[in-house]
């Protein structure tokens, strides 16, 4: 089993929806959560970084980390055609440990 | 405002042939990594390197070396390459004493072994 799981997708969906991308993990002892946006060919963007469990919010984007159930939301509101990409989602044991990334999900926002 | 600069961004080889990936950042970033991302896998760390003359495997470190040349410097050499090495090479950098701050990538190395 790999330790963070992503549904690879793709997933579209019309501009103005929002959009909910989600990933479980594994292992407990993860403290630190980060979703990371990749543009074909290009390298992956940090999006949001969280402490624990909880909301954290960025202009059009929350990402959301509930630890109880070990699943990690990121939402896009009124998501543009700029949004399509790939959106990877990790995790870390500590703040200076090695990142476990998920495998990622394509987006696709039709116009 | 470069960031993290890799070279080259495609390359193709033979079996058998030997390879240095360069990764260079200009943040001052302490620590750099090496991953691979190949479909369905994600993003796999080769090596990394937590500060400069430190080098430390990740998770698929066969088939590769690192030098941390400096600070700014950190290259993948593969030795003889195989077919099983063909992926998009990534280098990343982060701040903070132990790389504790986010990580910045660069736009990777398409690297194609026939």
């Known amino acids: 089993q790999k330790e963070v799981e992503q549904d690879p997708g793709p997933l579209s969906v019309p501009e103005g929806a929002i959009v909910s991308l989600n990933c479980t993990y594994s292992n407990s002892a993860f403290q630190y959560f980060m979703w990371y946006r990749q543009y074909s060919r290009k390298g992956p963007e940090l999006l949001m970084y969280?402490?624990?469990?909880g909301n954290k919010e960025d202009g059009r984007f929350t990402a959301q980390v509930d630890k109880s159930s070990k699943y990690i939301s990121l939402f896009i509101r009124d998501s543009q055609p700029s949004d399509s990409a790939t959106y990877l989602c990790a995790g870390r044991y500590s703040s200076a440990s090695k990142i476990i990334f998920g495998s990622g999900t394509r987006l696709s926002i039709r116009p | 405002n470069a960031g993290v600069t890799q070279t080259p961004k495609f390359q193709v080889l033979k079996t058998g042939q030997s390879m240095t990936l360069q990764c260079a950042q200009d943040m001052n970033h302490n620590s750099m990594y090496w991953y691979r991302q190949d479909p369905g896998m994600g993003l796999r760390l080769i090596y990394y390197s937590a500060s400069e003359g430190t080098t430390d495997k990740g998770e698929v470190p066969n088939g590769y070396n690192v030098s941390r040349l400096n600070k700014r410097e950190f290259s993948l050499r593969l030795e003889s390459a195989a077919p099983s090495q063909t992926s998009v090479y990534f280098c990343?950098?982060?701040?903070?004493?132990?790389?504790?701050?986010?990580?910045?990538f660069g736009d990777g190395t398409r690297l194609s072994i026939l």
């Open positions: 969280t402490y624990s469990s």
């Open positions: 990343a950098s982060s701040g903070g004493s132990a790389g504790d701050q986010p990580q910045h």
